[in-house]
Each structure stands twice: as C-alpha cells, then as structure tokens.
C-alpha cells in the first residue's frame, strides 16, 4: 500500500507521522504498510523548541514548523502511527483536537504522557516497565517483507550471477553520537569477511553507509582490491542503484556491523545466516542488549572474531549459512493496530 492513499470514502483513516530521521519513518511506514491499509503519511520538520523535553512540549505543535502545521487538519484520522521522541506531542495534540477519538500508537518511548497512547511498542530490549498499553516487540519494525525479498530478489540476481556462492554480504555502518567507527574496526570487519569468502568459495556483496567516513570506505576499497576474492562494492556516494535490498534477498551469508539497530534488525528479517561484528566500543549498551535478544531468539549469531582457530582454521572463517524466522516486528504492532481502528467501529 503507497503512501498517501485514501480510503473508497476519500477519508484518511491512517496517519504516519514522518519526521526527518529515516530510521523512525522507516519504523512508522513499515507498521501502516504491515496493516495492508490506505495510509497518508505527513512529513514533519521542526525548529529549534523540539529539543525541548516531551514533559514541556506535552500535548502541543510546540517545535513544528509553520509549514508542518498547515498539514494537521480535520478530519482527523481514526488511527495515528509515529515513532521517536519528538513525534511524540504531537501525536498526542491531534488526539485531543479529535476530542479523543483519534487512537494513537507511538514506536519506541515517548517520553512523556504515556496514559495517553492508545499503543506504546517498543522493542524487547528497552526494558519499558509492562503497562496495559505497552507492546513489547523483537527488535524494531522495518518495511522488509518477504514478499520485498522475492520482488528484489528477482530484480537484483541478474546483476550477481555467475559470483560464486556462498554470497556473503558485508553490511558496514558507521560512528554514532556515542561510539566511533575506528579505521581498525573498519580493517577487522572487512578482513573477516574476505577470510570467509576465500575459505568458502564465494563472492563478497559489500555496502557502506553515511557514517561509515571516507577514510574507512576508501581502506575498505583498498583492502577488497587487494584480497583476489570475487566482490561488489557499493559506496555510500555512489550514483548507481542502491543494491542493499538485493543484497538481503540474495545473500547466503550477511555481517552487519553492530552500530545499528535498524540494520541488524533489517538483516535478520532476510533468511540468509545473520553475524552481527559488535567488538568493544562499537556498539552503546542498549545495542548490546538487542543484540544478545536477537541471539537468544535465534534470529542472528556473534561473530567471533579473536576465538582461537579450530585444526588451523580461524572459526569467523567457517560462517555457516543458517536459516531462522524472518524478522517481522511490524507485524505485531499492525495487529494491535487493527485491533485498534476495529474497536473505534
């Protein structure tokens, strides 16, 4: 289902609030695309009052920008999906506008007014305390289906074929606000990768991001030139198609570097044998946590660089193509959803 598509009425029965931060509209888009409903999606901007506290801003439009406010009109809608902190209050003044009728479910914490929300979902490893209104889901939604993986599947193979197999793609992210992408990282991560493409046979499918930095993307350049194993790189300024979603259909193999909630949780959504390469300093403890769930539910395995080599064969070298449940987080929150709008009548 697209966005901004209206109902046989021509009424919006769904919102997804969408503010500048990819990773929560991602979230918030993968839920309403999970409930297979029309949806309008409303780009949100804010100035410089959203830093403020949800305990301030409260019920309010306080920190939205002029032009985003002209988009929040009657009628309001019967359901509203946002994620992240500062869609909060938001979503909580278009409640009240609608004298209470509007439900609202807020992906992650929102900080504030919990009463308030209809539905809170937020993933296992943030530790909320259980409420009537709190959904605790494996991990963060995502918009990677496995009718997405088919479609993209087909649509990228034509473009690896005749690479030998195992495809082992190489998923790198980057610095965050609190951890830092080191050039040793960067040399670890790719060398592991090449050491099991060589022992294995196969080819590397490899991709940076915005965060990974120039220097690190250019060392992972250099070190991929010089390995002889059969790769593709995907540079985060390259100007061709992005292959990431052909890269999670077709891999037989992923690593994907800790940093990142939504990648690790994207990764394991696909059914190729997910290693997540989290050494110390590359991930904040609430990514740590994630990832020890996503282990004890079977979705995703550490990569277990610096163990001891088993008959001369370093073991991050012996990656195995393992099959587990496809990661589908925005499914339980498009139930409770439904379940919602169903209630309303």
């Known amino acids: 289902m697209t966005d901004n598509a209206m109902t046989e009425t021509g009424q919006n029965r769904i919102w997804v609030l969408a503010d500048d931060r990819p990773g929560n509209v991602n979230q918030a888009v993968g839920v309403a695309e999970a409930m297979a409903c029309p949806f309008k999606r409303i780009d949100i901007s804010y100035g410089g009052a959203a ?9 309010s439009l306080l920190g939205v920008t002029p032009r985003s406010r002209e988009k929040l009109q009657a009628p309001w809608p019967d359901l509203v999906i946002a994620a992240g902190r500062r869609t909060a209050p938001v979503a909580r003044w278009i409640k009240r506008q609608s004298g209470g009728k509007t439900r609202i479910c807020q992906i992650m914490r929102p900080d504030g007014g919990e009463r308030e929300f209809d539905l809170i979902a937020v993933p296992a490893h943030d530790g909320v305390r259980p409420a009537e209104n709190v959904l605790e ?3 963060a939604p995502h918009r990677i289906s496995e009718t997405r993986l088919v479609l993209e599947g087909k649509a990228w193979q034509g473009k ?5 197999r195992p495809l082992i793609a190489l998923i790198v992210g980057g610095s965050t606000k609190k951890t830092r992408f080191t050039a040793a990282m960067a040399r670890d991560v790719t060398e592991t990768a ?18 990974t930095g120039r220097e690190n993307e ?7 030139e ?8 995907h540079g985060w300024n390259s100007t061709e198609d992005n292959p990431y979603f052909g890269f999670l259909a077709l891999a037989d193999i992923l690593i994907v570097t800790g940093d990142s909630v939504s990648m690790c949780c994207e990764a394991c959504a696909a059914l190729g044998g997910v290693y997540i390469y989290a050494p110390d300093g590359i991930a904040a403890p609430r990514h740590r946590r994630l990832h020890q769930n996503l282990f004890d539910r079977g979705f995703a395995r550490p990569l277990a660089v610096g163990e001891l080599p088993v008959n001369d064969v370093p073991s991050v070298t012996r990656l195995e193509a393992f099959r587990h449940p496809s990661l589908q987080p925005a499914r339980l929150v498009a139930q409770r959803c439904l379940e919602l ?4 009548g």
């Open 226 to 233: 010089k390995a002889h194993v059969p790769f593709h790189l």
């Open 218 to 224: 250019a060392l992972i350049a250099e070190l991929l």
């Open 160 to 164: 690896f074929q005749g690479m030998p």
């Open 194 to 211: 090449i050491n099991a493409a060589r022992y294995n046979g196969g080819s590397l499918l490899v991709t940076t991001s915005r965060r």
């Open 51 to 59: 830093r403020l506290p949800n305990f301030i801003r409260r019920a």
């Open 341 to 344: 709008i169903g209630e309303r």
């Open 137 to 139: 889901i494996p991990g």
